[in-house]
């Protein structure tokens, strides 16, 4: 009978280890996912920011060196992702093949004027930047005109930024809930042990002393539920990536080791702070309270 209440206490002390460590990381599983959702988005839009096309428009008279010129002039202003020289020839062809007919050799001649196709970083990639930018290209003599979409622009920035509201809102919401999860699972668990915290309490232990041994496996438990919820996480990518392989063009891997070593630190964090306030709380109750 000796031998089997040890045992059976050790079985059930790591029963209650085990299930908090897996509620743990479930709940990290779900911070983790929100983050990686809100690095796709950010990633997503500036994709879409940055293939926004900014069309400047050369005139006929213009010599080539010249434009090769003006588009390394624009290379370098700091509104810039990158540019793209197109020809009249290069035009021509493009059309011919969305037309599915020469119209050069319909019409005689090519119509076509040469261009350079600008792209905006996703910082600068709005009307205000890009309408400041068309205004010094214009005062160029060998630009015709410059054409964007404004309204498209709008939209898009428009549509962003509502997105990411909602996408923000639901991160606070879920940290709150995040939270409070990990910390109603860990008191739970210290519950089952607040008997041995005030027996120590009573043969004279001082409070760090007791504090120090729940603290490190909060804070152990903290990191092996964050190891899981990377892994499932991992999981959770490579199975996104399977079924829609056009998300490696959003895939950033230092953005998503920054949401992996995020999620380890919430995990330490929230568990450290919930075990010593959860210890701290049995400490302070009576011996009689602890039967509440």
């Given at each position: ?9 050790s ?23 929100l ?66 007919e ?17 792209y905006?970083k ?20 060998m ?19 509502l ?6 809102g639901?991160?606070?919401?879920l ?12 008191r739970?668990?210290?519950?089952s ?8 309490q ?11 041994p ?13 190891l ?32 992996f070593?995020?999620?380890i ?9 919930s075990?010593?306030?959860a ?14």
């Amino acid at each position: 009978m000796e031998e089997f209440e040890p045992s059976s206490a050790s079985k059930k002390t790591k029963t209650i280890y085990v299930s908090t460590v897996i509620s743990i990381s479930l709940v990290l599983l779900m911070v983790g996912l929100l983050g990686l959702i809100l690095v796709h988005a950010k990633n997503l839009s500036d994709y879409v920011k940055e293939n926004i096309v900014l069309n400047i428009i050369v005139n006929d008279g213009a010599k080539e060196v010249d434009v090769l010129a003006l588009q390394k002039q624009i290379d370098s202003n700091p509104y810039v992702l990158k540019t793209q020289y197109v020809s009249k020839e290069l035009a021509a062809r493009n059309l011919t093949k969305d037309l599915g007919e020469d119209f050069v050799e319909f019409l005689g001649y090519n119509p076509l004027l040469s261009s350079i196709d600008v792209y905006m970083k996703a910082d600068y990639a709005n009307n205000a930047s890009i309408e400041k930018l068309s205004k010094q290209l214009g005062q160029n003599v060998m630009v015709k005109e410059v054409i964007y979409q404004k309204s498209l622009i709008d939209m898009v920035n428009q549509n962003i930024r509502l997105i990411g509201l909602i996408i923000l809102g639901s991160a606070v919401v879920l940290m709150f809930i995040a939270v409070a999860l990990i910390n109603n699972t860990i008191r739970l668990a210290i519950y089952s042990q607040r008997f041995l915290i005030k027996s120590m309490q009573l043969v004279g232990a001082t409070k760090n002393f007791i504090r120090k041994p729940f603290l490190g496996y909060g804070l152990l438990h903290g990191l092996l539920a964050g190891l899981i919820a990377i892994i499932l996480l991992l999981g959770a990518l490579y199975f996104a990536q399977q079924q829609v392989p056009e998300l490696v063009i959003l895939r950033n891997w230092f953005e998503f080791g920054v949401v992996f070593l995020a999620v380890i630190g919430i995990g330490i964090l929230i568990s450290g702070l919930s075990t010593y306030f959860a210890v701290s709380r049995y400490l302070r109750l009576k011996i009689y309270d602890l039967y509440r």
